[in-house]
């Protein structure tokens, strides 16, 4: 019937639709959304930055001789973490967190791009293999501490495969006499845990290339690894950027595992997260919401670069394109 309109009249009586009302509607059905993300995310991340710069005194008022506690806004609790002996913690700290994070991704991409290599190979007991890598990733991070802490026992399973008598999780015990002991036990925990993580989001992505690609490789003659370097890398590279990217992310904010593993306030492991809990729990409120803000902005200054530099899809947009 349009179509006999349009033929007739010459133009076209179906009227364009009203993007002024669909945004609004838009935006009706997303407020839901919208205002629990403002009050479980939004809120906290200000509270906190404008705790940062809250600068707490206690003094004498002379006319009632009680003690008050005055409040004002300054720098004082970011000039505070800088410099003298909470700048030595922050500077250890960020140390610890930045090389567990490079270490474990790295650690943890090269067995996850393995295991995922493995897991899409048409093996006999593929579903046995893919359970069996989903175990340590669905383990509470907790649990897991609590597990290999009793491995890294003094008389634990590791001593006694090793035939050493290390004292894994005391702050000053050394493995070869150079590496630290509490440092390796959480990066093996660590590695342990999350590295089928990045296993199973490469698993995802390979099986979305065609097998026509690989079989134009075997006729151009090309070995495993020039396919490897020359088709699987680059095709699977999306998805795997983003699967570092969640773990670089989740690495930068590491507590639960150092801290069950090891302890609390332990200097070989402590990381800014760890920190910022050390401040809280000895009510100085104002250096731990620094120490948060600082690791927050590390974070968003790492997931900027992954995207702008690295190309980062987080919302699927090749994905969109492609259709």
Do not use: C
């Not at 019937?1 to 349009?6: P, Y």
Request: glycine share 8%; no cysteine; hydrophobic share 50%.
């Amino acid at each position: 019937m349009t179509t006999m309109i349009r033929e007739r009249t010459g133009r076209s009586t179906v009227k364009p639709p009203n993007r002024q009302g669909s945004g609004w509607s838009t935006a009706l059905m997303l407020s839901p959304t919208l205002l629990t993300l403002a009050l479980v995310v939004g809120y906290p991340v200000l509270a906190a930055v404008r705790l940062a710069f809250v600068q707490v005194a206690d003094q004498v008022n002379p006319q009632t001789g009680m003690l008050e506690r005055t409040e004002s806004f300054g720098l004082g609790n970011f000039a505070g973490i800088f410099t003298g002996e909470s700048g030595e913690a922050f500077r250890n700290a960020f140390w610890n967190t930045t090389l567990f994070t490079v270490i474990g991704v790295t650690a943890e991409v090269v067995l996850g791009v393995a295991m995922a290599l493995v897991m899409n190979r048409a093996i006999r007991a593929r579903g046995l293999v893919r359970v069996s890598v989903l175990v340590p990733w669905a383990i509470p991070t907790a649990i897991s501490g609590l597990l290999w802490r009793w491995v890294f026992e003094s008389d634990g399973i590791a001593n006694a495969v090793l035939h050493t008598q290390v004292v894994w999780t005391a702050d000053d015990s050394t493995i070869f006499g150079f590496i630290s002991a509490p440092f390796t036990t959480v990066l093996i925990a660590d590695i342990w845990k999350t590295a089928p993580f990045i296993g199973l989001l490469v698993l995802a992505g390979l099986q979305i290339i065609p097998k026509e690609v690989y079989e134009a490789a075997k006729i151009d003659r090309a070995g495993t690894w020039a396919t490897f370097w020359r088709i699987t890398i680059p095709l699977v590279k999306p998805t795997l950027v983003v699967a570092v990217l969640f773990r670089i992310l989740d690495a930068l904010k590491m507590f639960d595992l150092p801290f069950v593993l090891v302890g609390a306030h332990k200097h070989s492991v402590e990381t800014l997260s760890t920190l910022a809990q050390y401040e809280m729990s000895n009510v100085r409120y104002g250096p731990a919401a620094a120490y948060s803000t600082v690791l927050f902005l590390y974070i968003a200054l790492i997931a900027f670069l992954f995207v702008k530099v690295l190309g980062a899809d987080l919302i699927g947009r090749g994905l969109k394109e492609s259709r």
